[in-house]
């Protein structure tokens, strides 16, 4: 146990926060219907427009008919969107383009339960994560509350953070379930790596870049991979996998933060003791990933702002960052992307149910 550990530890409490689960937020799933259900008076309203195809979503039963039509000057195309009685929103508006319709209907839907939705955002950085066919997006926190000196994240806006991971449900090209931790980071202990701790028990922080000490200076990707599996068995679990260096350099563009000392090197040789020790396997897995060539970002007071590549400046407002995030994976270049896999073992999963999770070490 590190020294620092030892001396404050034992007055102060870990908190593990992630958003509410009992926070309601609408689905957005799709599906085709044929046009035959549609009712004879609205058939009537489409004139002499091509009907081209038909979706709802599904748990609203909205519907979106997208329609083709020519005339004097040429033609082009709508979507005309309607309730779950075939009433047309008012006030009427035609969109152009699928999202604006999706965004839309989606905004009616969360507007209707809003009494029971939360208004401020449940997740962060669910840009930054790998797309694909999964779901339950979480982010984790790891505060220390009472620690002697405070520490300010430049991600959340909580103090005394340790860590945070990101976790995912997917199924992987197998069709088995994992839970995928999609990153895992101290800012903390990334600035002391950086610039170094002072002590908290002597020296002041005035004028100072470095970090306040805190525990697991070396052993906070151990921390990390302790929550991952205690994470993972109550979400119901036994294989967990864990993103290599090369995304996070992909995905952020340059080496930032060692990823692939992190990703590549710590976590997988505490994996690998970890394994050995409790019987678990762990061998490298493949994920089929959307890789989207358009790219998202929040503005404040308009929305999320949607940038396609090669369009110059060709940028569209989404209102919910739900839809935004299903244009990218729909219309992103499919690809399997590795990772590596840990499967809880028996043994491992009894004694975490048992006796949990330890600090340091494991048992």
């Known amino acids: 146990m590190l020294d620092i550990a030892a001396e404050g530890l034992s007055a102060c409490q870990f908190t593990l926060k992630t958003e509410r689960s009992t926070t309601y937020r609408p689905a957005l ?35 979106v008919v997208r329609l083709k039509f020519a005339g004097m000057f040429g033609c082009g195309e709508n979507r005309v969107v309607f309730d779950e009685h075939w009433h047309r929103f008012k006030p009427y508006k035609d969109y152009i383009n699928a999202v604006d319709a999706i965004d839309f209907l989606y905004t009616v839907a969360a507007e209707r339960f809003s009494a029971y939705s939360s208004k401020s955002p449940h997740n962060y950085y669910e840009r930054y994560s790998l797309l694909g066919k999964n779901s339950s997006y979480k982010e984790w926190v790891v505060c220390l509350p009472d620690w002697a000196e405070t520490f300010e994240n430049s991600h959340f806006d909580l103090k005394n953070l340790v860590l945070h991971i990101r976790t995912s449900e997917w199924k992987d090209t197998k069709d088995q ?5 999609d990153e895992i980071q101290s800012d903390w ?11 908290i028990a002597t020296i002041s922080d005035e004028g100072s870049d470095a970090a306040p000490e805190a525990p697991f200076k070396k052993e906070w990707h151990e921390l990390g991979i302790k929550l991952a599996v205690w994470i993972a068995l109550q979400s119901g679990h036994r294989r967990v996998a864990f993103t290599a260096g090369n995304v ?18 710590l976590i997988p040789k505490a994996l690998a003791k970890l394994a050995a020790k409790f019987k678990c396997s762990l061998e490298p897995g493949l994920i089929l990933i ?13 929305g999320w702002e949607l940038r396609k590549q090669g369009k110059g400046e060709d940028i569209q407002i989404i ?3 739900v839809v935004a995030m299903r244009y990218l994976e729909s219309r992103g270049q499919k690809k399997s992307e590795e990772v590596l896999v840990f499967e809880i073992s028996l043994e491992l999963a009894d004694l975490v149910k048992s006796k949990g999770l330890p600090l340091f070490g494991w048992w």
């Open 29 to 63: 799933q799709s599906a085709a219907f044929s046009s035959e259900t549609i009712p004879q008076k609205v058939l009537d309203t489409f004139s002499d427009a091509e009907i081209v195809s038909c979706h709802k979503l599904v748990s609203f039963n909205y519907k």
């Open 319 to 321: 209102k919910n960052q």
């Open 177 to 181: 379930p994992l839970l995928l931790i």
């Open 290 to 302: 959307s890789k989207p060539t358009d790219t998202i970002r929040f503005k404040s007071g308009t």
């Open 189 to 199: 202990h990334a600035l002391g790596r950086d610039n170094g701790y002072y002590d």
């Open 248 to 265: 996070h350099k992909s995905r952020y563009g340059r080496d930032l933060e060692g990823f692939h000392l992190l990703y590549d090197q």
